[in-house]
């Protein structure tokens, strides 16, 4: 019996701010071909392009500045790293998305769904490609407060109101991915919340599409483990490791078939003892 494969999302962020890697691959193409490269041999199925931060308090920038940023990398990476693989376009601005699907991008990866840019509704049918719509309360620079709420009747809400959108303006629902959201900041949720969704991650089974969960180096395993471990200082994103594999472990275990990560060697030989497990 063949175990069912989970899908590797390996993150390449072309911004000089990102939470986690911010500036490395900033305004140098070659070192993101090469990081690209590595990603793909640790065993990415994807490479996850964005050229605009999602962290807390981000300036948002234009859509020229974001197309100057991604799009010489998604043509460098395709033309130097062949066509074996899915290139996906971390980004809410139709104007991006669609340049980024003719230069070798076939996925988009979009905040906040359509309630950003409705027009990406009509990029996502005429192209007919993937798209992963992940939940939040707001844009990066202006957080919502974490309040008490049902947050799971709250992103299944959201999924079903999404959807709606893209299949009444030409989408089908095949070409839907759902990620919840899980983080801080803009993504409006305090570290119970976040552990809720993926305690509860099979509930969103009932859409019958594909699950993704992105929880890489994120800030609230950070925080946990200041409070549990009673540390003086949350651990910096590049010591959540450990931390980020034992959240996706429990996703997987509950339905989620797409991991998207920064660690792409580490989390691919996790997943791949834990499919086998399954």
Known sequence: MTALKTIIMGILNITPDSFSDGGIYY????EAVAHAKTMLSGGADIIDIGGESTRPGAEPITAEVE?????????????????????SIDTYKSEVAQAALTSGASMINCMGG?????????IAAQFGCPVM???????????GKVRDRDIMQEVIGFFEVQIAIGVKNGMRKEQFILDPGIGAGQFGKNIEQNLEIIRRLHEFINFGLPIAIGVSRKSHLGLLLQKDLNLPEPPPPSELLAASLAETAVAI?????????HDVAETKQFVTVLDNLK
């Open 27 to 30: 305004n140098n193409i070659e």
């Open 67 to 87: 197309l100057q940023r991604v799009i010489p990398v998604i043509k460098a990476v395709r033309k130097n790293l062949g066509n074996k693989f899915t290139i």
């Open 114 to 122: 359509f309630t950003l840019d409705k027009n990406l509704t009509t």
């Open 133 to 143: 719509i992940y939940h939040i309360k707001c844009k990066p620079k202006t957080q």
């Open 253 to 261: 275990l509950n339905g989620a078939s797409i991991v998207r990560t």
